[in-house]
Structures are given as C-alpha cells and as structure tokens.
C-alpha cells in the first residue's frame, strides 16, 4: 500500500494507484446536478483525474484553476476534478472561480472510488478522503500516467500530466 504525508507525518492510503498501462477502474461518482458519472460517460475522450482532498483548500484550488486554463481548446480530452465535497460546494467554488473546462465529480455517495485508485486516506485527521493524485488515462480508459503527490499539501507535476494527455 502506498502513503503520502501531511505536513511530513506519513499517511496510510487504502492501496496503490492503478498501474500504468492497466485499464482504468470503472467508477459512480456524483455531478453537480447530483446525476451519477461513470467513465462510460466520457468515452472517446482523454481525461485527467485530478483528485483532491478538497476544493476549500488552498492546494486543491489553485491545481483546479491551473488544471481548467490548460484544459481551454481541448476538444479531445476532459480534466475532472474528484474530491469528498458535495456538488453543491463544489459547484459554488466553481462558479465564484470562472471553472468552466472542468468537470467536478463528488464521492458523497460511496468511498468506492478512493479505494479502487488507491488514494483513500486511512488514518489521521484527513482519514476518509483522498490524497493528491493524478492520473491521466487514454481514450480507451489506460492509465498512461499517474502521480501520487507525496506531501498532500504540495502541488502536482502540472507539465508531466499535461504532457502525458
């Protein structure tokens, strides 16, 4: 199993993220209409999964905002933003932020997701929701780059994602 930090103590994660060159898991995750998303629903496209801890954290902003300017013009791929907030907070920040090239998906209703990608933190005072991942799959769900940050309140590696979709 995998363990990133927060603030340097290490941090125990339900498993690892999914390998490269792997299928993606499949997941049900929440949109701000409160309709469920599952890949299937982005099909034929790249796509980004930028996962979060939450959007009401300065690190989580500012990788959403940096993540939705790259995302402009790219007609082929989707950068989805996927936290333990609710659509409705997540919808808020988005909508005060001008985040219009994202799409945010909530995992209010099952940790499912956090646990199959390997980034469900299981102690400590963020227990519950996820480290800061990235993975990036291909139009066909594989996975072609992934990135567990090791310090949860450190950024990604914007440009080897980017790169990588």
């Not at 199959?116 to 102690?123: F, R, T």
Request: with cysteine.
């Amino acid at each position: 199993m995998a363990t990133t930090a927060l603030q340097g103590n290490p941090v125990a994660l339900s498993g690892d993220l999914p390998a490269v060159g792997s299928t993606a898991p499949d997941f049900k995750l929440v949109d701000k209409d409160l309709g469920d998303k599952t890949l299937a629903d982005f099909a034929g496209k790249k796509k980004l999964l930028n996962i979060v801890p939450s959007l009401d954290t300065p690190v989580c902003a500012t990788s959403t905002k940096k993540f939705n300017e790259a995302m402009a013009g790219k007609s082929d791929a989707v950068a989805l933003v996927i936290s333990a907030d609710l659509p409705f907070a997540m919808g808020r920040f988005c909508g005060a932020e001008g985040i219009d090239n994202v799409v945010s998906l909530s995992m209010m209703r099952s940790r499912n997701f956090a646990k199959d990608y390997g980034v469900l933190i299981e102690d400590g005072p963020l227990a519950g929701i996820t480290a800061r991942a990235v993975v990036v799959l291909d139009a066909d769900n594989k996975v072609i780059y992934t990135q567990l940050v090791p310090e949860i309140t450190e950024e990604p590696n914007y440009e080897a994602a980017l790169a990588a979709l």
